[in-house]
């Protein structure tokens, strides 16, 4: 059986996916259209974008710019409510096989592309919602039988919620040590501070009374096949431009009412925590829902503030502008290291996902249209007529030099062991609070001049210290020679 098509559109914030998956349903749409398809409907793989209203700070193309294109998985979830990939995955296949049957493509476009990779490749989800309560295998029950009886009371009572650990580093830390005595190679995947995948990792185990290592270690068994036949398209802009472009997209939000939005979520969520307690009411979980969306961490002092500043407005836009330009970054570096290599490792021996990156880096009309829209449109019309693709090396000098494929491994076996990370005892003050370096980069920070200084500090007390052991020793011997050359002899106090 063939596989059904799909079209996913990848990239970093502020280079126009949104308006490329509308140029491509509105081109699918027209009567004209060869392919046999109906039209297109556009699904949404932003994790922002999923939560109701806020549409400035999700960056949501506006109702009036969507031109009649359906989109799904939109705003349809509640400030503040969880909503993880596996789920949206689920959500993600129902909408895409009701879009087939309606005889139009599904277009899967947003940032968020761990969730698009998950959704093309299937079984590297770890996760599952079983009916009852699973049996726990017996390698986690003699696991358990050992834990300390705190580490076990936590087990046994997992928080719903995964903890800050900006603001609860101890309660992070200790579900890092629980996960270490459950799943040791596992733990050693995830820094303690990242209390997120910790949860996820110790939330599998609840869920399926196994180790993820062990169901890990099983999908490594199984070969990466997509579930869809999926074109996929990269869009990408040179970082100065994109940059500039981004900051300039901050001012615009700012413009546009962002502190409004701002302010509206910050109310939420002190309603939400009032209802909690008093003492909590001022403390924030920036983990969950949209309260990780850019923009409500770097206002969220500022609009809390009795008396806020010029200045410290002036802070929270610099910051936000930061947080965007770090976040384009992550955004690429995911594409590059982790979907280009899955990719790859798919089309090895047929072409099932091809992958084009399109250069929009100028954004001009007259640039957009012929190096973005048109080049898709032509493209899309050979995948869905079945025609002959063109080399996606050959369409720029840009796409030639992004989409060469720095081979990593794809097994998530290989992977797992690749991405472990180690305790430095020498930058280490608090042991239950350890600081943890990724295993790959642990040479480069023995080099580091924070590291040198503390090994030199810990050098200079560790040759002090045995300094005055010598010297205590030296005290201590001359003492004992002082006393044995007093001989009084026998009978000299009493005779």
């Not at 928080?159 to 459950?182: I, N, S, T, V």
């Not at 472009?245 to 939420?268: A, K, P, Q, T, W």
């Not at 003492?279 to 923009?295: F, K, M, N």
Request: hydrophobic share 35%.
């Amino acid at each position: 059986m063939s596989l059904r098509p799909l079209i996913a559109i990848f990239g970093t914030t502020g280079v126009g996916k949104s308006n490329l998956a509308i140029q491509l349903a509105l081109h699918l749409a027209q009567p004209a259209h060869k392919s046999g398809w109906k039209g297109a409907r556009v699904i949404n793989a932003d994790a922002m974008q999923v939560y109701a209203g806020l549409d400035i700070i999700t960056n949501k193309v506006p109702e009036s710019e969507q031109h009649g294109i359906e989109h799904l998985l939109m705003g349809f979830k509640q400030p503040g409510e969880q909503y993880v990939v596996g789920q949206w995955v689920k959500d993600a296949i129902c909408a895409i096989d009701e879009t087939h049957m309606r005889n139009e493509i599904p277009i899967v476009v947003g940032g968020t592309s761990y969730w698009m990779q998950h959704l093309i490749f299937p079984d590297r989800l770890t996760g599952m919602q079983p009916e009852q309560t699973p049996a726990l295998s017996e390698s986690i029950l003699t696991s358990l039988a050992s834990l300390p009886p705190h580490l076990l009371d936590l087990f046994n009572c997992l928080p719903e919620q995964p903890p800050d650990a900006a603001l609860y580093p101890d309660a992070g830390a200790a579900l890092h040590r629980l996960l270490h005595h459950l799943d040791p190679s596992m733990a050693a995947r995830w820094h303690w501070r990242d209390t997120r995948k910790v949860f996820r990792s110790l939330s599998i185990i609840k869920d399926t009374g196994r180790r993820p290592s062990e169901i890990i270690s099983e999908q490594s068994e199984t070969v990466l096949k997509p579930r869809y036949r999926t074109l996929c398209f990269w869009l990408y802009a040179e970082p100065p431009v994109l940059h500039h472009r981004l900051n300039r997209r901050v001012d615009s939000m700012i413009e546009n009412g962002l502190l409004n939005e701002v302010r509206c979520l910050h109310s939420i969520s002190r309603n939400a925590s009032s209802q909690v307690s008093d003492s909590e009411a001022d403390d924030v979980d920036y983990t969950l829902g949209i309260y990780q969306s850019i923009g409500y961490r770097e206002f969220h002092e500022y609009i809390s503030s009795t008396f806020p500043t010029e200045k410290a407005f002036q802070e929270a836009v610099e910051n936000m502008k930061t947080s965007t330009r770090q976040y384009s970054r992550k955004q690429i570096s995911w594409i590059r290291n982790k979907l280009l290599p899955a990719i790859h490792a798919a089309n090895l021996d047929v072409t099932t996902v091809p992958m084009y990156m399109l250069d929009a880096t100028n954004d001009t009309n007259e640039d957009w249209t012929s190096k973005v829209r048109d080049p898709a449109i032509q493209i899309t019309e050979e995948f869905l007529n079945g025609g002959t693709l063109p080399d996606p090396l050959m369409l720029s000098e840009l796409a030639r030099k992004m989409l060469q494929v720095n081979v990593k491994p794809v097994d998530p076996t290989l992977v797992l062991n690749a991405q472990r990370k180690v305790v430095c005892p020498t930058c280490t003050i608090d042991t239950t609070k350890p600081v943890m370096i990724d295993e790959e980069r642990f040479d480069a920070h023995l080099r580091g001049r924070p590291h040198r200084r503390l090994a030199q500090k810990m050098t200079k007390e560790r040759q002090q210290e045995a300094q005055r052991a010598k010297r205590l020793e030296r005290v201590s011997k001359a003492t004992t020679e002082s006393d044995s050359d007093i001989d009084m002899g026998p009978g000299t106090l009493f005779s």
